[in-house]
C-alpha cells in the first residue's frame, strides 16, 4: 500500500479504522516484545512478550520508565536518545549501532535476576 492509503472494505469506499479494541488485540498477538512509551519516556503499553522476555509483570511496568528495561550501564544515556528520537522521530533498528558489539541476551536486565 503507498503513502496515504487507506484499507477500504471491497464492499464500499469507507475506509476501515480499527477500534482502540482490535488494534491492542493486534500488538498482544504479536511475536515479538512491543513496549510503547510516551514522550516522558513513561510505559503505556506492554504484551505478553514483554512480560515474557524481562521477567516483570505488566501492571509494575505500566507507567514505569522506559529505562528499567535498559541495561544499567546504558540508562544514563538513554533519556537523552529517548528526547532526540521524539524531537525527530522516524523508523530506525533499536540499538542499531551497538548491535554488533553486545551479547544484549547476556545484559538484558530481568526482575528476577541481578542487574
Known amino acids: 500500500m503507498h503513502e496515504g492509503a487507506e484499507s477500504c472494505d471491497a464492499r464500499s469506499s469507507t475506509p476501515l479504522v480499527p477500534t482502540e479494541s482490535e488494534l491492542r488485540g493486534f500488538l498482544e498477538a504479536a511475536p515479538d516484545a512491543l513496549v510503547l512509551v510516551d514522550p516522558s519516556g513513561l510505559i503505556v503499553f506492554v504484551n505478553s512478550q514483554t512480560e515474557r522476555l524481562f521477567g516483570y509483570p505488566r501492571a509494575?511496568?505500566?507507567?514505569?520508565?522506559?529505562?528499567?528495561?535498559?541495561?544499567?550501564?546504558?540508562?544514563?544515556?538513554?533519556?537523552?536518545?529517548?528526547s532526540a528520537?521524539?524531537?525527530?522521530?522516524?523508523?530506525?533498528g533499536q540499538g542499531e549501532r551497538i548491535k554488533k558489539l553486545i551479547n544484549f541476551d547476556r545484559l538484558r536486565p530481568r526482575r528476577d535476576q541481578e542487574c
Not at 514505569?64 to 529517548?82: C, D, K, M, W, Y
Not at 528520537?85 to 530506525?92: A, E, G
Request: charged share 25%; proline share 10%; glycine share 6%.
Open 60 to 82: 509494575e511496568l505500566l507507567g514505569a520508565s522506559v529505562e528499567v528495561l535498559v541495561p544499567l550501564r546504558f540508562r544514563g544515556q538513554h533519556p537523552a536518545h529517548r
Open 85 to 92: 528520537y521524539f524531537s525527530d522521530p522516524k523508523v530506525r
